[in-house]
């Protein structure tokens, strides 16, 4: 239920961004060694036999990102306000933390408000550089896991992010961090305070900026 909630809360806020001022921007990117999900108390999992000493630990060998950006507020030529959606993809993922190590693929989807500031705020702005704030809630879902170890979940999540010219390119690195939520496990409904945090660095490109 909450993740067909999020999902009809996105469709709702692009429609809603129909109505907005303002442009839409499309980024691309990767980066190796990335998307870490952690169990902030390893006790917590010291029920289905996990060591206390070992927290679920899992990161993403190489993660592709999309960015789409749409400006709903112009508030200068240099500051605007944004919805933006950001899915990122994680293959192979490496889960292991009391367990042997485990292949698994991810589906990460950010859905946050932003502020930007300079380059990439507005379509009318002249900055090199830049920097963005962003807030809101973030779907995460891993494949290929034996189904005790099912991890899917929504969870609020902030991130702050610079811009940047490579050349005659502007590009982003973000981080993105979704607070500690609860698993959603159906086939273990006696499992109970398995939560998970997520930390990621991304880097990615702007194609029509």
Do not use: H
Not at 87 to 94: A, D, Y
Not at 134 to 140: I, L, T, V
């Amino acid at each position: 239920m909450r993740t067909k909630s999020f999902l009809i809360a996105i469709a709702g806020m692009l429609c809603i961004s129909s109505y907005g001022q303002g442009n839409f921007i499309f980024g691309l990117g990767f980066l190796a060694v990335n998307e870490l999900t952690i169990a902030p108390s390893a006790e917590e999992f010291s029920s289905f036999g996990v060591p206390n000493e070992s927290s679920p630990l899992n990161y993403s060998v190489l993660t592709f990102n999309m960015t789409f950006n749409y400006t709903l507020i112009e508030l200068t030529d240099n500051q605007g306000i944004s919805i933006a959606a950001d899915p990122q993809f994680g293959l192979p993922n490496i889960y292991s933390g009391g367990f042997e190590p485990q292949l698994s693929a991810s589906l990460t989807l950010p859905f946050q408000i932003k502020y930007n500031v300079g380059a990439g705020s507005t379509y009318t702005s002249y900055s090199e550089t830049g920097f963005t704030l962003g807030a809101g809630f973030m779907y995460r879902k891993l494949w290929g896991l034996p189904e005790y170890l099912d991890v899917k979940n929504v969870k609020p999540c902030v991130s702050m992010g610079c811009r940047f010219m490579i050349k005659d390119q502007t590009s982003e690195l973000t981080l993105l961090y979704g607070f500690p939520t609860e698993f959603t496990q159906s086939n273990r409904p006696d499992l109970t305070n398995r939560k998970d945090s997520y930390l990621t660095l991304l880097y990615r490109f702007f194609l029509n900026y």
